[in-house]
């Protein structure tokens, strides 16, 4: 843990009896409901996995939480599984004090024990690449959405992870169900960078 991560700060797995409180950590880090609901849709989803949403906690209350979830890598070959890295949020008052970075590294020590060989996301390059994270087009993978600016589409490959798994990243349905892929025109000039 970042020793700028206040030491009260727990890190654990979602557990039955969070999902409300989440759904309020993701509204107060995005100000608005959608990305919340993106949560809550996907953990009814197909593309929920158990064990890979993680809070961090607070005193009685959750401050941060991440969730990866499962999608689809659409290679030469076969589709394969994969895992998409969103969203990342932490409350508002606690932003800056390291707990997301703890809170990513956390989550991703747990999901490289895991088979899916790569670990998607879409964000700013200068905030993921410190966590591993590597542009993934000259890796040999595609963007979701040509609204994904090219820098912000990144993976790490995890120790399953084999060179002729290349192609398509196909996001969850409920990525597209929500809208919550890539950049609208009326979000781009005040947008934060990655969802
Ligand atoms: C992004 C976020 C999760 C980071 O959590 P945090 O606890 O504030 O992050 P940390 O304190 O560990 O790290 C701070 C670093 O993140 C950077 N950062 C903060 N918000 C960022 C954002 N939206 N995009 C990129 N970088 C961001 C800061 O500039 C800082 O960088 P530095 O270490 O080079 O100075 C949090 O700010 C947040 O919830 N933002 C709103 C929701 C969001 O945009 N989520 C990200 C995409 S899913």
Known sequence: MPDDVPTQIHFRPERAGDESVIGDVVERAFRERRVADLVAALRASPDWIDGL???????????????FSRSLLDAPRRLVDVLVLSPVSVTPVHQGRGIGSALIQYGLAQ????????????????????????????????????????????????RSYEPWMTGTLVYSRVFWDLDCVGLREDDVAGAAPGT
């Open 53 to 67: 949403s993680f809070v961090a906690e607070h005193g009685d209350g959750l401050v941060g939480h991440i969730l």
């Open 111 to 158: 999901a490289a024990g895991r088979d899916e060989p790569l670990v998607f996301l879409e964000g700013s390059p200068t905030f993921y690449r410190r966590f591993g994270f590597e542009p993934a087009g000259p890796l040999g993978f595609r963007r979701p959405s040509l609204r994904i600016p090219e820098p912000a589409f990144q993976v790490i490959r995890q």
